[in-house]
């Protein structure tokens, strides 16, 4: 539970205080790059610590993972500037990818599939918690001492969740022989590295009709190709594929990867909207990201009891239905309405997440073994992951465009950074009120169409959870 809290805080008190960092240092062009970089790191290693995890156990490998991103969240703290952040939140994310699956594996392996439904509700009630939290302490850590304290915070959580999982996690012995897909990892890496470059830097660093954008796009193309190959032939891959024929855990994991693009969509961009369009204070675009938190542990708990008695298809089909209400408001959302219906939005989003996520997680780790269920729980969490990088990519790059889009139809010499002057009151005031109307004209109009794009995920989810085979969920073996 203390990693979990760990993670959640992670998420969402970074995304409250974005708005004061990218304006305070500048280079509102890297903005997506500093949830970009984070999120490609933890979705490369995701899948390696899953392995590990299953290869030499779940502490040693969660020690390892906890300790690099303790170390990344202290260097963030002293970023001065969008590149060494953006460097940091590298470091940040290579231990990431170890906190989240394993502490979910650990719960997987402690339970059996009935009474696992009812504790990743409560772990989703502690997740909750936290995440209600994040926002306010973000807001509260950003108004009243530093944007620093926001990345400071974790320290002495990680170390306090260390130390319970040392003394009191005892877990059996490995004796299978350790082999790591080392060429796998790299050949993901490699791939996930280019076609992020792509989707984030084209337009800017190099038109998208180009040869460098075509070239990139070769290089993924060719790398993705060699790394399934290299998946079949390894010892021991990285992502077993005879798992995924199980459509349960195919359909799954692609819904994860959809809702993973969806969530980042809108934990990124919403403080943005509150704070630079509607012109709020850091506390308040907290609050209309804190819904979301609210949301998704209620729904979570529920979802613990309704798995057992209806099957993880009408669980997660309610989940995909609450995720296209949600986006469709944020469709219709505009400044006279205020930050309560992006509050609300954000709850229903919230709700839909709740409900897919304990769903897809309890059914996962009930369809495999115990020797496969670390390599499982990291392969869904590595298509979320997956999701929340491309998402930041793609939504970076909407807004990005339409931002370019807007100045040029408006004859408006503006570039994309003009737009950090948006992000605090103090900078807003010194901004002449036409130039002022025009910015948060171009910013309200770029990120109507990353929410137009957030609602057309939340259409393939459903559509895709229309495709989980109906029936209960069911345990593969307890231990």
Same mark, same amino acid.
């Given at each position: ?8 805080v992670e998420a969402t008190i970074v995304t ?124 509260? @850590? ?11 915070? /974790?320290?002495? @959580? ?53 040869? /460098? ?76 990201l804190t819904t979301m938190s609210i949301g ?5 708990s529920v979802a613990g009891h309704l798995l ?91 807004? /990005? ?77 307890? /231990?």
């Open positions: 539970m203390l990693a979990m809290f760990v993670g959640a409250t205080a974005m708005p004061t960092i990218a304006s305070e240092l500048g280079g509102f062009s890297r903005y997506s790059w500093i949830f970009s970089s984070y999120l490609l790191m933890s979705t490369v290693t995701v899948l390696i610590y899953g392995k590990l995890a299953d290869l030499f156990g779940r502490k040693p490998i969660f020690f390892i993972g906890l300790t690099i991103f303790l170390i990344g969240s202290i260097l963030c703290g002293y970023a001065d500037s969008m590149e060494q952040l953006i460097v940091y939140r590298l470091i940040q994310g290579v231990g990431a990818g170890a906190v989240m699956p394993i502490a979910t594996t650990i719960v997987g392996d402690m339970y059996s599939t009935e009474e696992r439904a009812k504790i990743q509700g409560y772990l989703s009630s502690i997740w909750g918690i936290s995440a209600v939290s994040g926002p306010v302490i973000g807001g509260l @850590l950003v108004q009243y001492v530093s944007w620093q304290f926001v990345f400071w915070v /974790n320290v002495p @959580l990680g170390l306090l969740s260390m130390a319970g999982i040392y003394f009191f996690l005892h877990e059996p012995k490995k004796t299978r022989k350790a082999s790591i897909d080392y060429k796998g990892a790299f050949l993901l890496a490699t791939a996930l590295s280019s076609i992020l470059f792509w989707l984030v830097e084209g337009g800017q660093s190099f038109e998208r009709l180009s040869i /460098n954008s075509l070239l990139l796009l070769l290089l993924a193309v060719v790398v993705f190709i060699l790394f399934f190959r290299q998946q079949k032939i390894a010892k021991d891959p990285l992502i077993s594929f005879s798992i995924w024929k199980n459509p349960v855990i195919l359909y799954a994991n692609l819904v994860s990867l959809t809702t993973g693009i969806i969530l980042i969509g809108v934990s990124s961009y919403l403080p943005t909207y509150v704070s630079g369009v509607m012109e709020q204070k850091a506390i308040i675009a907290g609050f209309a998704w542990p209620l729904a979570s057992i008695r209806f099957g993880p298809f009408l669980v997660s089909f309610a989940g995909g239905i609450s995720l296209v209400i949600g986006s469709l408001l944020f469709v219709f959302m505009n400044v006279s309405l205020g930050p309560l219906w992006a509050a609300v939005s954000s709850f229903f989003i919230g709700v839909g997440m709740g409900l897919t996520n304990t769903s897809f997680i309890v059914t996962i780790q009930g369809a495999v073994s115990r020797e496969q269920r670390g390599s499982a729980t990291a392969a869904n969490m590595f298509m979320k992951n997956f999701g929340n990088t491309i998402g930041a990519s793609v939504f970076g790059a909407i807004l /990005n465009g339409m931002l370019l889009s807007y100045f040029a139809a408006g004859n408006l010499s503006y570039s994309i950074d003009d737009v950090n002057n948006l992000l605090t009151e103090e900078s807003r005031l010194r901004i002449p009120n036409q130039e002022l109307l025009s910015l948060q004209g171009g910013l309200e109009y770029s990120l109507h169409w990353v929410y137009i794009a957030i609602f057309a995920f939340a259409i393939i989810s459903l559509l895709l959870i229309l495709r989980i085979p109906r029936g209960k969920v069911y345990d593969h073996v307890n /231990n």
